[in-house]
Antibody
Framework: EVQLVESGGGLVKPGGSLRLSCAAS????????MNWVRQAPGKGLEWVSS????????YYADSVKGRFTISRDNAKNSLYLQMNSLRAEDTAVYYC?????????????WGQGTLVTVSS | DIQMTQSPSAMSASVGDRVTITCRAS??????LAWFQQKPGKVPKRLIY???SLQSGVPSRFSGSGSGTEFTLTISSLQPEDFATYYC?????????FGGGTKVEIK
């Protein structure tokens, strides 16, 4: 069974840093691209970042470019999001997701999310 | 960057109603569009991929159509479990972009 479990969220002051982790199990992690998607309280979904299976290709939303860094450790079956220079508008539940999109019908998988609150 | 404009942002409908939600892309995205459903307190779930293909296990009352810049999600006969928020996602190019969402509420 595919499982994605996020951790690392919490309360941080503006300008601070946080590192989110996503532990993957139940599939060959090293074969899949992975994504971070966030959702501010009461708001819609926002794609944050994607990383290819071997980390060769990395993409960011304009809203986080230069402040957030996505990475992965295939040996540890883990995905990360290093978040620096945090702002109030980064407050959200952060989800890691596999197969966010597909052309062949593979199901999507999401973690339960971890809440990041940026407040003084 | 490609902007996805979703409409309406909210709607009230009754059980049995036919519901149509629209997403417009700011430039052509072929059929690189997916639709997601999110219920309160739950993670999103993809319903439709490649604009019109039904995800396995999703009821056939859901359908998607469109190509290029205009896309629709249709629920042919709204059921009580369909009251949720729906999002489109374009994956033609990065940055990926979601539509703003459509909240379908009970009339």
């Amino acid at each position: 069974e595919v499982q994605l479990v996020e951790s690392g969220g919490g309360l941080v002051k503006p300008g601070g840093s946080l590192r989110l982790s996503c532990a993957a199990s139940g599939f060959t992690f090293s074969s899949y691209s992975m994504n971070w998607v966030r959702q501010a309280p009461g708001k819609g979904l926002e794609w944050v970042s994607s990383i290819s299976s071997s980390s060769s290709y990395i993409y960011y939303a304009d809203s986080v470019k230069g402040r957030f860094t996505i990475s992965r450790d295939n040996a540890k079956n883990s995905l990360y999001l290093q978040m620096n220079s945090l702002r109030a508008e980064d407050t959200a539940v952060y989800y890691c997701a596999r197969d966010l999109f597909t052309s062949s019908g593979w199901p999507d998988y999401w973690g339960q999310g971890t809440l990041v609150t940026v407040s003084s | 960057d490609i902007q996805m404009t979703q409409s309406p942002s909210a709607m009230s409908a009754s059980v049995g109603d036919r519901v149509t939600i629209t997403c417009r892309a700011s430039q052509g995205i072929s059929n690189y569009l997916a639709w997601f459903q999110q219920k309160p307190g739950k993670v999103p779930k993809r319903l439709i991929y490649a604009s019109s293909s039904l995800q396995s296990g999703v009821p056939s009352r859901f359908s998607g159509s469109g190509s290029g810049t205009e896309f629709t999600l249709t629920i042919s006969s709204l059921q009580p479990e369909d009251f949720a928020t729906y999002y489109c996602l374009q994956h033609n190019s990065y940055p990926l972009t979601f539509g703003g969402g459509t909240k379908v509420e009970i009339k």
